[in-house]
């Protein structure tokens, strides 16, 4: 009973960090794919923002980035989250009719064309009920479904394109936008080798942040990483605790083996067995807590994440990919931290002097 409390411990442990670090690496994923299935080399906001919904700067900078050599095409962009109906939250997007990131849409319906025209996601419109041709209200303003859209991500399909204009005048930010999408004239070259195109990366970004010093620019993998950097080391500083208190429960139930072994032990120790062999016996047992443990874990952390995702308030903004390399970190660390809550009461069966305790006997 003991034991198997201790490998229950473990388990709901593990699991608390399975669930939480696969909820942010699974969005930042999704986010990562958002942006390079449209294409985008870099992200501009503004500059000092961690959060990109606190990110506002002036529509004149689209114009002013197109300018810059390499610049292929420079695209605003506007975020805002709403909840469409009670507790259904949906990403909205601010995107100018025509722009390259409708690329690689299939559009069942039309396209926007109309300044209350309204392209609905499909995991958008199975959650809100919705189909094309039907009125969905907005602050206060109908919009027509003029068609459902698919994408490659499931974060795009969870949110509602608006034209980037109707959704300035809905947040009553005329002029104003989140970030802008530039991508390159070297990203689709095939004559140029990365590292080619890295340094030409690198050439824009040095001239935006030279030019313009309201402004910060990113390529997609740091943009999507920055703010999740705060968010990770939340995860692990909540991960730390879980893992002391699966440490101290794993040294109390061994030293409490090892107590009640002593005469066990004595006798090994009296007819000859080296004391790195008890060691070995010990760590071995604290190993297998932490194996049994993680395994468990790792099954309810699975079953935890997969409940959130499917939650209401965030269904489809984050989708689970299996990761094999994620949960084989996370049983060798299971692992790895019932050895090392292994080593004192290993430490304290090697101290039994085999002649007092069989002096009782």
């Not at 300018?67 to 997007?93: E, G």
């Not at 919009?143 to 394109?161: P, Y």
């Not at 030279?210 to 920055?226: A, H, Y």
């Not at 019932?338 to 101290?351: C, D, M, Q, W």
Request: proline residues 3%; contains cysteine.
């Amino acid at each position: 009973m003991r034991s198997g409390l201790t490998i229950l411990g473990v388990g709901i442990s593990i699991a608390a960090f399975v669930s939480l670090r696969g909820l942010t690496d699974n969005l930042e994923k999704s986010l990562q794919s958002t942006y390079k299935s449209r294409g985008s080399d870099l992200v501009v906001m503004e500059k000092s923002t961690l959060d990109l919904f606190a990110s506002s700067i002036d529509q004149s900078y689209v114009t002013s980035l197109r300018r810059i050599p390499h610049v292929k095409q420079s695209t605003p962009v506007l975020f805002y989250f709403y909840a469409v109906k009670f507790k259904q939250y949906c990403l909205l997007y601010g995107w100018e009719p025509g722009s390259y990131l409708f690329d690689g849409f299939k559009i069942a319906g039309s396209p926007l064309q109309n300044d209350h025209d309204a392209l609905v996601g499909a995991v958008a419109a199975k959650r809100l009920n919705m189909l094309q041709g039907d009125k969905i209200k907005i602050r206060g303003e109908e919009f027509r479904i003029c068609g459902i859209f698919q994408s490659i991500n499931i974060l795009e399909e969870s949110g509602i394109i608006l034209p980037l204009s109707t959704l300035q005048k809905i947040k009553n930010t005329p002029g104003k936008i989140t970030a802008i999408n530039l991508r390159l004239d070297c990203s689709d070259s095939l004559k140029m080798s990365l590292e080619q195109r890295q340094d030409i990366s690198k050439q824009v970004q040095d001239t935006i942040n030279n030019e313009f010093s309201d402004l910060e620019v990113k390529d997609v993998q740091d943009f999507v990483s920055t703010p999740f950097s705060v968010v990770f080391s939340f995860t692990w500083a909540i991960s730390m605790v879980v893992f002391i208190i699966v440490v101290m429960g794993i040294i109390n139930t061994m030293s409490t083996a090892v107590l009640e072994r002593r005469k066990e032990i004595g006798i090994l120790l009296a007819i000859g067995w080296r004391k790195y062999r008890i060691v070995t016996l010990v760590l071995l047992e604290a190993a297998m807590y932490g194996f049994f443990g993680g395994i468990i874990g790792i099954i309810l952390g699975c079953v935890m994440t997969r409940s959130l995702i499917t939650a209401p308030a965030v269904q489809g903004f984050i989708s689970m990919t299996p990761d094999s390399a994620f949960v084989i970190k996370s049983l060798l660390l299971s692992i790895f931290v019932g050895v090392l809550a292994g080593i004192y009461p290993a430490v304290k069966a090697v101290s039994i002097e085999p002649i007092e305790v069989l002096r009782y006997e």
